[in-house]
């Protein structure tokens, strides 16, 4: 089984930014962000795949960027311009096939998650 690890995640203002990195054990054919905040079900925020354009939620458009360093098994979500709205835990999701990008489905892995709380 692939393990993945988050970090990265923090309290920050209306506006700030962060960087979650996503430690995994073993490269994967698609690699996901995901979030879910209380009382909502768990979104896509961003996906990237081993020869397709990295795609994302239209709420993060513009604003977030995925990316992934091979060498170092680490792929990350660069969040700029943060709004309230998206605080949220964040997970770090994978799967060894094409996954649908933004859909919670059809992923193998997940890692526990990171927090993430933006105030206004």
């Known amino acids: 089984a692939v393990q993945l690890a988050e970090s990265g995640g923090g309290s920050v203002q209306d506006g700030g930014s962060l960087r979650l990195s996503c430690v995994y054990t073993t490269p994967t054919v698609s690699m996901g962000w995901f979030r879910q905040a209380p009382g909502k079900e768990r979104e896509g925020v961003a996906a990237?795949?081993?020869?397709?354009?990295?795609q994302y939620a239209d709420s993060v458009k513009g604003r977030f960027t995925i990316s992934k360093d091979s060498p170092q098994k680490t792929m990350y979500l660069q969040m700029n311009s943060l709004k309230p709205e998206d605080s949220a835990i964040y997970y770090c999701?994978?799967?060894?096939?094409?996954?649908?990008?933004?859909?919670?489905?059809?992923?193998?892995?997940w890692g526990l998650g990171t927090q993430v709380t933006v105030s206004s």
């Open positions: 990237i795949f081993s020869h397709n354009s990295p």
């Open positions: 999701a994978a799967s060894n096939s094409w996954a649908p990008p933004l859909i919670p489905r059809g992923w193998d892995f």
